[in-house]
């Protein structure tokens, strides 16, 4: 939100510089981003008089004009302008003068150009007769600007500006406003702001308010069929207009806050809401079918063409203005070109409106359609503000354009204001603020701001504080609070001289810790880091949207973004893979052989679980392992080596054990278009993530140029099975030795060796302390399609264990492979 300060001036004498206004505005919650100047304060420019105005010898195009400027000799000026001519009273920037012009290159830009003497083809020049847009008064460069014939020669260009009430320099501030604050989108509200902190008086324009009712009904109806979206509207009529340039003081006060001047009528609707906040829209009266308008919603699949000539489908529920034959503009946000003001209208029907915040919010971003109307009422305009604003740019139409107010106002209003009273206790202001404040100055600061304060209670002292209706943001005591804090000056709190700390010592939550542990471990054995983006292609979100992954396990869709930038960001990720493998690809294309990378990040799917917590969406938290190339580089002792499996589900064991968790079992799983081949990681019976192969396609559509291997691990299951098992546990080392035994059976070939270790971890009960698989033969000594397995065990008690005990637990492990196994004892 821009301001003006000239216009911000029309309204209050707050007798401060810019850059001070600027930093009182910062210090009260209203935060400036910028402060810029607008225009010169043009010395050196004067009023002259053309003498003469002759044809250039040389030139078609150009003027050689004697101007009296009241100095003993008129001035030769070489001039372009095809307007010019003796007689005229003009505005002469004089040798020496610095302007602001716009550059050649960009338009858009103002670059410092110093008038010198100087001949243009061959004809001596002493200055430059200006345009309007060479001296900061508009964007005309058609021809010169022409003054009135009383304009006294040789006095001051500026002299003569400031007696029409134009000021030649201002400065824009831009304001950071955030959407608790819709009364502050406009100079209004600024001033209410202001007047609090300077304690000046704010001076509101006069405007005589207009009865319901009058001749205006006879000529207009309203109706309103969505009285739940339009609470109210107000029409006025004025008859008469002339369509044709705003003056010079509205264009100027338009263009200082960004806003390209267009005649009249448009230009006094635009003035209101930037002064006031309210948006209004102008329609050409004699263009309303049937006398009328209706306020209701859109038919779904309708269309519509807006003021920008763009025909737009419009969204269900968008709320419509109609006439009494069609739809002629989307309430709140853009008009139509069916009723738009023309160079041909000269009757004009005012609409001041209250609509639904949330609607309009709604069709706007559906529309991907914002104005300066819809930002205003997304955030919830004066819901009392409307027939003011309506009567005032009916009064500048008047005034400006020479139109004839219609007697009357139509006020349809379904759902009257109620303003909300909220109690206020004074001690309470004293305790949250810290800061030492007269109850007196609490209720000057909230009156100053339009809030209506009265005794409740005096002891202890309680007000009754009625919201005003700009006001929609405040609905507790906490509001108010806020309130006369920021007007007191953040910077004027003191800072208190101690503070009481909780006697508790601060943990860090299980995830995190979890997190860091794990980083460390990670970075300690060779990977990196990395961050990749959460938003993916469709279809490649669809590709990946895999049951072999935590995200796609649970078989919901992919979470598609509503009005994506881009095509590539258009849904959120199911996994992480995605992105690591295109990490991967482009780190093999710039000559990294040996590749090694890990992520957290969330994953999203579309389906209601036990871990939604909006709509049915589900959010998962995974890392991901990611492993392409050389595993060991070329040394001395041996050859380069590229990562396999089994070396990634070394890492994987690490991290478990890293956890605190045993290590996981691994079951194989089917292999799919994502995978060549893989494994399901399991912690007990619970399903905890799966470490794969990169298929083929996939790996080549990233470029891969080795094999790719994956391990996406469920990080939230992770984190609350490791809730109790990550924080340190102590225990005395044992005095007695531990028995140490091995065993080699012959198994098929196809055996895997995790279920024979549960077997035997489940037979050598609580004296089997640990257990491992040290060695594995396939070859002529154990036959065809048969392997030999060895396991290691460590076995141990609270007391010396003897020969028959372990013998025992060794026997029943025997007999138990043979059984589930049919494992032979190797010899």
Not at 1 to 17: E, P
Not at 576 to 600: T, Y
Not at 630 to 649: I, T
């Amino acid at each position: 939100m821009i301001i003006s300060t000239n216009w911000l001036d029309d309204y209050i004498a707050h007798g401060l510089s810019a850059d001070e206004l600027a930093d009182r505005l910062t210090m009260c919650g209203l935060e400036v981003e910028s402060v810029d100047r607008i225009g010169t304060d043009l010395e050196g420019v004067v009023i002259g008089h053309v003498l003469s105005a002759e044809q250039h010898p040389n030139a078609d195009r150009l003027s050689v004009c004697k101007v009296d400027t009241g100095m003993n000799t008129p001035l030769d000026i070489v001039c372009g302008a095809p307007n010019v001519a003796a007689g005229q009273k003009v505005a002469v920037a004089t040798v020496g003068t610095t302007l602001h012009l716009p550059s050649r290159d960009n338009p858009e830009q103002r670059v410092p150009v110093t008038m010198k003497k100087a001949k243009i083809r061959g004809e001596v020049s002493e200055g430059m007769i200006c345009a309007e847009d060479e001296l900061g008064l508009g964007d005309d460069h058609d021809g010169i600007l022409v003054l009135d014939t009383d304009a006294a020669i040789g006095t001051a260009f500026s002299d003569y500006l400031s007696a029409k009430g134009i000021r030649t320099m201002d400065h824009a501030i831009d304001i950071s406003i955030t959407p608790n604050r819709p009364d502050a989108i406009s100079h209004l509200g600024i001033a209410r702001d202001v007047s609090a902190l300077t304690g000046k008086e704010i001076c509101r324009p006069a405007v005589a308010l207009t009865e319901a009712g009058g001749s205006v009904t006879s000529k207009m109806s309203v109706t309103i069929e969505a009285e739940d979206l339009c609470r109210r509207f107000v029409g006025i009529m004025v008859e008469g207009v002339e369509i044709k340039e705003s003056p010079t003081w509205m264009k100027q006060r338009l263009l200082a806050i960004g806003l390209r001047p267009r005649n009249v009528i448009v230009d006094i609707t635009n003035y209101v809401m930037y002064e006031c906040g309210q948006p209004l829209h102008a329609y050409d009266a004699d263009t309303l079918n049937g006398h009328c308008i209706v306020v209701a919603k859109a038919k779904v699949g309708s269309t519509f063409t807006t003021l920008d000539s763009k025909e737009r489908t419009l969204p269900e529920d968008a709320l419509m203005i109609r006439d009494g034959e069609r739809e002629i503009g989307i309430a709140g946000i853009m008009g139509g070109e069916n009723t738009e003001v023309t160079d041909n209208t000269t009757n004009v029907f005012i609409e001041a409106a209250w609509f639904d915040p949330s609607s309009i919010r709604r069709t706007a971003k559906a529309l991907a359609l914002q104005t300066d109307a819809s930002y205003r009422f997304e955030r919830g305009v004066d819901a009392e503000g409307q027939a003011w604003a309506a009567k005032r740019a009916a009064d500048l139409m008047v005034e400006l354009a020479g139109g004839t107010l219609v007697d009357g106002m139509i006020d349809v209003h379904p759902v009257p204001y109620e303003a909300p009273v909220v109690p206020l206790r004074a001690q309470r202001v004293l305790d949250i603020m810290g800061a030492d404040i007269a109850p007196s100055e609490m209720v000057r600061l909230l009156e100053a701001i339009g809030f209506g304060v009265t005794e409740k209670q005096a002891d202890p002292l309680v007000w009754d504080v009625t919201v005003p209706s700009f006001r929609p943001d405040v609905g507790r005591e906490i509001d108010l609070i806020e309130e006369v804090a920021r007007l007191f000056g953040y910077d004027n709190i003191p800072e208190p001289t101690h503070s009481r700390i909780p006697n508790f010592t601060p943990g860090m939550a299980v995830d995190r810790q979890l997190r860091e542990r794990l980083r460390d471990v990670l970075s300690g054995i060779g990977f990196r880091e990395t961050y990749t983006n959460s938003m993916l292609p469709i279809e490649t979100a669809e590709r990946f949207n895999d049951p072999a992954l935590p995200g796609g396990r649970f078989g919901g869709d992919v979470v598609e973004t509503m009005n994506p930038i881009t095509t590539e960001m258009a849904a959120l990720r199911p996994s992480l893979l995605p992105g690591l493998l295109k990490v991967a690809g482009h780190n093999h294309n710039h000559g990294q052989q040996a590749i090694r990378l890990f992520e957290f990040g969330r994953v999203h799917t579309k389906r209601n679980t036990n871990r939604t917590l909006v709509g049915d969406y589900t959010e998962t938290e995974t890392l991901m392992l990611l492993t392409s190339g050389y595993w060991q580089g070329q040394y001395w002792e041996g050859e380069p080596r590229e990562a396999d499996l089994f070396d990634l589900k070394g890492v994987v064991d690490r991290v478990f054990r890293a956890t605190g968790l045993e290590v996981p079992r691994y079951k194989e799983r089917e292999a799919s278009n994502l995978a060549s081949w893989g494994v399901d990681i399991l912690l007990g019976k619970r399903w905890i993530g799966s470490l794969i192969r990169i298929s083929d396609a996939v790996a080549g559509d990233f470029t891969l140029r080795h094999d790719g291997l994956a391990a996406e691990i469920d990080f939230t299951a992770l984190a609350e099975a490791a809730a109790g098992a990550i924080r340190p546990r102590y225990q005395a080392i044992s005095r007695f030795p531990v028995v140490e035994r091995d065993i080699a059976v012959i198994v098929p070939a196809s055996q895997p060796a995790g279920p024979m270790i549960e077997a035997i971890e489940r037979t050598g009960g609580d004296l089997l302390k640990q257990v491992t698989v040290f060695d594995l033969y396939e070859g002529d000594h154990v036959g065809k399609d048969h392997k030999s397995l060895a396991f290691g065990l460590r076995l141990g008690a609270d007391r010396t264990l003897r020969d028959k005990e372990v013998d025992k637990v060794m026997t029943r492990i025997l007999k138990t492979l043979e059984k589930e196994f049919d494992a032979k004892l190797r010899g």
